[in-house]
């Protein structure tokens, strides 16, 4: 300050000075003190034990240090607050009851669930825990960033390189200026399956993560009820977790029960718990209690309450969730710092910021070890040119007058670096023998091979994606232990199926793309020959194209041109009445523009999946079979179920039991018929096999599974068509060209449709300029498979026929009233969704 300031008062405004003052101190708690990083999981404290531990030696293998000499430790060199808050946080380290995997190995009191505190640190000791090696693995090799501690004499790490996911793992709490976190620890093992299935996939989403990541892994225990918590804790950030205590009814000895409670909801006092219970019992808040007692010893926890003679235990147990901790809320709140500004995340998005933060570890790691190896390499080449003119170096340094001259020397004659000269200086004369000069060309070629390795993994992020996959799973083979938090579905939670009334449904999809439900019920059954009642309006160039019989409860799979499959249950699709056209089905899932469904099938039970697969075809030719189980954990998202080419479409998908026959037919009336075993089972994101060798002009138009007794109908762009027995088709090797289905001609035009046909079915025939004609399948003629067939439809000059399908609309009367709704019927694919007439 100026001298002349001196005395002198300058004016503020308050509200300024407070607004000012006030940020500063609000980024200062949010920053550096009550949020953990979104990287280590790591509060500021926490980071700075651990690292001064380490730097003290306190490590696994050695013997354990007193906690006031780690407190001091730390508040001398890295925090200058009071040593209570170093020591509690030490303490929540070490305490198992309180994170899922302790960073701290304690011995003495460090508390206990009772809401003991911990011992004065003069007589506790402690170490640093295994897991806790793997924090700070490499960092010694400048994998994290340092800045100066308070005082600038010595270099803290920003962030630890944590090679596990410690966030997520163990969990963080934190109240800050208008803002909190509170994010629920996990179990290791299927953290680390997480992060596995992000390196695999980086698309992948939240759901998918779900799959590995079932739910919060509570240190205590417990049973979580229902995921609707879970879901929107790792979907949006926030979620209401409902945690409750895992108890068992036991009887006694003159009619008598008692509770026992063996473990409880997470962060609950246990003796005020206890207290809790008692207080109810003394102001009769609960009846029926005779007595309770703590019987908790170092096996394990264990509440005992006995009640009274005829009394119901679960009108007691249920009374004690209702009013005491024994059932407990936790409100998670997934806030983290991401580049020092706190953010609520989702699960993908922390899992995101944990990847990219082991990239740039390994990458920083590789980078110092490339290092360290050239700067070896270098002191090598020199020492080897030495060895290598041995006697005139010899000569050089006897002949200088001082060390200078003889290094000034040495770089001058053989062009070596200051460095390298050096070395050769201070090269003791043992290494002249033969056997240690091999031992220099031997570490020289290793160090070759590890510098090419490290320039290697710095160019390709494949590896170093790789590398980190390699070193998290071994943490886990290392580290992992068994859940200790149940998921259930118990009775309290409200889950959708349990409000929606099981029933069978016929669900339709018209060819535009309407879908809707209604009940079996709706359609009578009639005698053969009956006219049927109307079971969907559409519009005049629409028809329904497939129907499925399905329980509400059941989900059904929807297959898309570009390959992807959704899944929906049938209670999602809206309930329509008979002469309702439905809901668009781009309503109801996320298909892109220009993607259509192509085929809708229903997802089996469990048992009813067992050995049945999913066999596609593709516009070009293209064929897959994939297991049916690959499907069984679908989302309205939906999921890739065959790689396609750019300009190739998905036209079908059938259900098979393994043992089926395939048939595809092409625009230029070839067809092709081959055992689905030609398909060896593949996954989801494969692109499958040829299934037909097409020319350059041609294109699949339809594809069938292969039944006994049915007709193969081919109707051309024109109208023309001919029913063919199905033995006239011979089977062939997968791949090949085919046989002539249909004589071509000019007359009637390319090939529209072939499908498998019955006698006492209908078809639909439409053309481009919207006109639909029905035809009984039992009208249309027999012919060899050489001929063209018969006029089975005027198309007016211009126009084209577009579409074939059943007349799934007064079919629907005939539905077999004895038929399981999501089970695989015995008649093949093709025929699914046309049911047999009820006699």
């Not at 235990?313 to 009013?323: D, E, F, G, I, S």
């Not at 997934?334 to 953010?343: C, F, I, N, S, Y």
């Not at 020397?409 to 090269?427: K, N, P, T, V, W």
């Not at 629907?812 to 093949?828: G, K, V």
Request: proline letters at 4%; charged letters at 30%.
């Amino acid at each position: 300050m100026d001298d002349k300031n001196i005395g002198h008062l300058t004016p503020l405004n308050i509200e300024d000075e407070l607004k000012k003052s006030f940020i500063s101190y609000a980024m200062a708690v949010i920053v550096s003190r009550a949020l953990p990083d979104v990287r280590d999981g790591l509060k500021p404290v926490h980071r700075r034990i651990l690292y001064s531990m380490n730097e003290l030696g306190v490590t696994p293998d050695k013997p354990y240090r007193k906690s006031a000499r780690i407190v001091g430790d730390v508040l001398g060199k890295y925090h200058p607050h009071g040593d209570s808050s170093v020591y509690d946080a030490m303490v929540r380290l070490a305490q198992d009851f309180t994170i899922r995997a302790p960073l701290v190995d304690g011995q003495g009191n460090f508390g206990s669930v009772d809401g003991d505190g911990a011992a004065a640190m003069r007589y506790t000791e402690a170490r640093l825990s295994k897991l806790s090696m793997e924090m700070i693995r490499d960092i010694d090799k400048e994998t994290v960033d340092f800045y100066p501690n308070f005082d600038e004499t010595l270099m803290q790490p920003a962030v630890m390189p944590s090679r596990f996911p410690n966030l997520l793992v163990n969990g963080s709490s934190g109240i800050a200026v208008g803002m909190a976190t509170n994010i629920p620890p996990h179990n290791l093992g299927e953290v680390i399956d997480g992060v596995v299935c992000m390196l695999d996939n980086p698309d992948c989403t939240v759901d998918d993560l779900m799959q590995h990541i079932k739910g919060p892994d509570f240190p205590t225990g417990g049973v979580i009820l229902g995921r609707r918590g879970i879901y929107d804790a790792y979907h949006t950030g926030k979620g209401k977790i409902v945690v409750r205590a895992k108890s068992e009814i036991e009887e006694m000895s003159a009619g008598r029960q008692r509770i026992v409670v063996t473990e409880i909801p997470y962060m609950v006092n246990k003796a005020r718990l206890i207290e809790k219970i008692a207080e109810m019992v003394h102001e009769k808040s609960v009846e029926g209690i005779s007595d309770i007692r703590d019987e908790s010893d170092r096996s394990g926890m264990r509440i005992v309450i006995e009640l009274k003679r005829d009394v119901n235990a679960n009108v007691v147990l249920n009374t004690l969730y209702k009013h005491t901790q024994l059932q407990d809320t936790f409100g998670a709140i997934m806030l983290a710092l991401v580049d020092g500004e706190p953010k609520i995340l989702s699960l993908k998005q922390m899992i995101h910021h944990y990847v990219e933060h082991q990239e740039d570890v390994i990458r920083r790691r590789t980078k110092y070890d490339l290092d360290k190896a050239e700067a070896r390499s270098h002191i090598l080449e020199g020492l080897l040119i030495a060895l290598d003119n041995i006697d005139e170096v010899i000569a050089l340094i006897r002949a200088s007058r001082t060390t200078q001259e003889a290094r000034e020397g040495l770089m001058e004659r053989f062009a070596l670096s200051e460095r390298q000269a050096q070395a050769i200086l201070d090269m003791r004369l043992q290494r002249l023998t033969g056997l240690e000069r091999d031992k220099l060309e031997a570490e020289y070629a290793e160090l070759q091979k590890l510098i090419a390795y490290y320039k290697q993994v710095l160019s390709d992020e494949g590896m170093v994606l790789g590398i980190i996959k390699d070193e998290i799973l071994e943490i886990k083979r290392k580290y992992a232990d068994e859940r200790r938090t149940e998921i259930s579905s118990i009775e309290g939670e409200i889950d959708m199926l349990d409000l929606i009334d099981e029933e069978d449904m016929v669900v339709t999809m018209t060819h535009m793309g309407y879908v809707k439900r209604l009940p079996k019920t709706t359609y009578r059954a009639q005698k053969r020959g009956g006219k049927g009642i109307i079971g969907t309006t559409t519009r005049e160039d629409d028809y329904v194209e497939q129907l499925v019989v399905i329980s509400t409860h059941d989900p059904l799979m929807f297959f898309t041109t570009r390959g992807r499959v959704y899944q929906l249950n049938c209670y999602e699709i809206p309930e329509a009445g008979r002469a309702a056209r439905g809901t668009a089905i781009v309503n109801l899932l996320q298909i892109d523009p220009g993607e259509k469904v192509t085929t809708m099938l229903p997802l089996p039970r469990d048992k009813a999946a067992e050995g049945c697969y999913l066999v596609m075809g593709t516009k070009k030719g293209t064929v897959k079979r994939t297991a049916l189980s690959e499907f069984m954990n679908l989302r309205k998202s939906g999921l890739i179920a065959l790689v396609l080419r750019e300009d190739d479409d998905l036209i079908g998908v059938r259900l098979t039991h393994g043992q089926s026959e395939m048939m595809l037919g092409t625009r230029n009336g070839m067809a092709i018929r081959f055992p689905e075993s030609d398909m060896r089972p593949i996954g989801r994101n494969a692109m499958g096999v040829r299934g037909i060798e097409l020319s350059d002009d041609d294109e699949v138009v339809d594809m069938a599974m292969v039944e006994d007794g049915a007709m193969v109908l081919s109707i051309t762009e024109n109208g023309f068509g001919k029913r063919t027995p199905i033995d006239a088709y011979r089977v062939q090797s997968r791949s090949g060209k085919g046989i002539k289905a249909i004589q071509m001609s000019e007359k009637a035009g390319l090939l529209t449709a072939q499908l498998l046909v019955h006698d006492d079915e209908d078809i639909l025939m439409i053309t481009d300029d919207g006109t639909i004609i029905r035809t009984a399948v039992a009208d249309i003629p027999v012919h060899g498979r050489s001929t063209m067939g018969v006029r089975l439809m005027r198309v007016a000059e211009g126009s084209k026929l577009v579409g074939i399908a059943r007349a799934e609309a007064e079919a629907e009367e005939n539905i077999d009233e004895e038929a399981a709704p999501s089970e695989l019927s015995d008649a093949p694919e093709d025929s699914l969704n046309a049911p047999e007439e009820n006699e």
